[in-house]
C-alpha cells in the first residue's frame, strides 16, 4: 500500500513556476514507477509525466514538453514536477500516481493516487 500526498499547486501567472511534489508513504516507493496526470473540469484525465523507478528514464505528453520536468528523490520517498513557461491551459488539478510496471501513459495502469492539488495559470 502507498498513500500518495501533493503538494505545491496554486495560482501564478501566464510564464511563471511552479514545483509540485508529492510525497509517499512506505518503504517500497522506489519499487513504483510514478506519474503526473492532470483533469481540467469537464475533461478527461490525462498524463502529464512519468518516471521509472530509479528515475533513469522519463517521458512527458507533447504538450508539455520542453516546460515541464519530473524528477524523484527515492532517499525522501518524493517525487516532484517542475512546471516552467506555464500557459492558461495548463489549468487543472494535478494528480500524482504510483504503478507497478515500469512506466505507463494510461491512468488505467495506476494503483495509488494522491488528492491532487489545484494549479490555477492566469492570463
Known amino acids: 500500500q502507498v498513500q500518495l500526498v501533493e503538494s505545491g499547486g496554486g495560482l501564478v501567472q501566464a510564464g511563471g513556476s511552479l514545483r509540485l511534489s508529492c510525497a509517499a508513504s512506505g518503504r517500497t516507493f522506489s519499487t513504483y514507477g510514478m506519474g503526473w496526470f492532470r483533469q481540467a473540469p469537464g475533461k478527461e484525465r490525462e498524463f502529464v509525466a512519468a518516471i521509472t523507478r530509479i528515475g533513469g528514464s522519463t517521458y512527458y505528453a507533447d504538450s508539455v514538453k520542453g516546460r515541464f520536468t519530473i524528477s524523484r528523490d527515492n532517499a525522501k520517498n518524493t517525487v516532484y514536477l517542475q512546471m516552467n513557461s506555464l500557459k492558461s491551459e495548463d489549468t487543472a488539478v494535478y494528480y500524482c500516481?504510483?504503478?507497478?510496471?515500469?512506466?505507463?501513459?494510461?491512468?488505467?495502469?495506476?494503483?495509488?493516487w494522491g488528492q491532487g492539488t489545484q494549479v490555477t495559470v492566469s492570463s
Open positions: 500516481a504510483a504503478t507497478q510496471v515500469i512506466y505507463s501513459r494510461s491512468y488505467t495502469q495506476y494503483d495509488y
